[in-house]
């Protein structure tokens, strides 16, 4: 999720775990344990394109890491906060301020390996990076706690907060159920075989949804609104086969291969060559010059080919809003 977000659960489970001992110093440490986990995108910021995407949410993430990391972050708060915490509840408050951050994160179309060094990435797709329907309940409750020194009532309120938003992730997997049933329903009955499909929420909503749908040959890519009357469409996308023998045996291919977990096409433009992850959706919906939200271009230099990250402009991501605002309210 993204960090503000993180934030705000941060705080709400360090006052959970320790707002009757801290007060408000709460807001200190859990804002501090909600953001180290995403410190790895500054790593990233050391190391080409797909490195930084392969190392993201990976060890920082770990749950192995948490119990290592735990005691010392809670003996460093302790001491801190001689007299008001113990290194126990301090090394509680530690361990689940950093686990929730990752279970969250299970929960986006990204995913997270929670079990690292184990490869998967667990991915649950039921919400998008940014929903303030998630955060808004937090950010209510974490605002009553600022203004209350009851301790009774302050854990009154963040409890009251943590389940409505829990209650929003829970009704999302629903949704998802749903909607995947929906699509399958459609693949069913215009005779369609696959081997895989994927759903996932669009940007800021559990109202419009996205499938992509692997056959043999081809990609088909999809959407779904609950307020939808028409049936359901797919659109074709060939993977391109042939294009990508060209990248056979490139490291950046093979990880970038990785890292997308084989949802992906490859697409050629003024003569150089395009990655292009399927899971995080498109930014146009023309079959013939597809325009994908996470795109990296092959360049071919002296040293060999490099990869580099296609930009995105603040008009494209202002069209992809506009589109899918229209496209919730139904076909």
């Not at 509680?92 to 997270?112: E, R």
């Not at 069913?188 to 056959?215: E, R």
Request: glycine share 6%; hydrophobic share 45%.
């Amino acid at each position: 999720m993204d960090s503000f977000t993180q934030i705000v659960l941060g705080i709400a489970v360090a006052e959970v775990c320790a707002g009757k001992k801290l007060k408000n110093r709460t807001f200190i440490y859990g804002a501090i344990l909600g953001t180290l986990p995403d410190l790895d995108v500054i790593v990233g910021l050391f190391l080409n394109p797909v490195d930084a995407i392969l190392i993201h949410r990976g060890i920082s993430h770990s749950l192995f890491l948490f119990l290592l990391i735990s005691p010392i972050f809670g003996w460093l708060i302790s001491k801190l906060e001689k007299g008001k915490i113990s290194f126990f509840s301090a090394t509680n408050m530690a361990f689940w301020g950093l686990l929730t951050h990752v279970l969250l994160d299970m929960f986006t179309s990204w995913g997270t390996q929670i079990l690292w060094p184990l490869e998967p990435r667990l991915a649950l797709k039921t919400i998008f990076v940014i929903d303030p329907l998630y955060t808004i309940p937090l950010i209510v409750a974490l605002v009553f706690v600022w203004k209350t020194k009851n301790t009774t009532l302050r854990n009154k309120y963040i409890i009251r907060g943590l389940i409505i938003s829990s209650f929003y992730l829970l009704l999302s997997c629903f949704i998802k159920l749903y909607t995947l049933s929906q699509f399958e329903k459609a693949l069913k009955n215009q005779g369609i075989q696959y081997s895989k499909i994927i759903v996932k929420p669009t940007a800021f909503n559990l109202i419009l949804w996205n499938a992509n749908v692997a056959t043999s040959d081809n990609y088909l890519l999809s959407d779904y609104s609950l307020l939808d009357t028409q049936p359901i469409s797919f659109v074709v996308y060939n993977k391109n086969k042939i294009l990508e023998k060209q990248l056979l045996g490139n490291s950046d291919f093979e990880k970038l291969k990785k890292a997308s977990e084989g949802w992906y096409i490859i697409s050629k433009k003024d003569g150089d060559l395009y990655f292009n992850d399927l899971r995080f959706g498109l930014l146009n919906d023309n079959p013939t010059n597809p325009q994908f939200a996470f795109s990296y271009q092959f360049i071919q230099n002296p040293a060999g080919i490099h990869v580099i990250e296609v930009p995105k402009s603040k008009r494209d991501g202002k069209k992809l809003l506009q589109k899918i605002f229209t496209r919730l309210k139904g076909n």
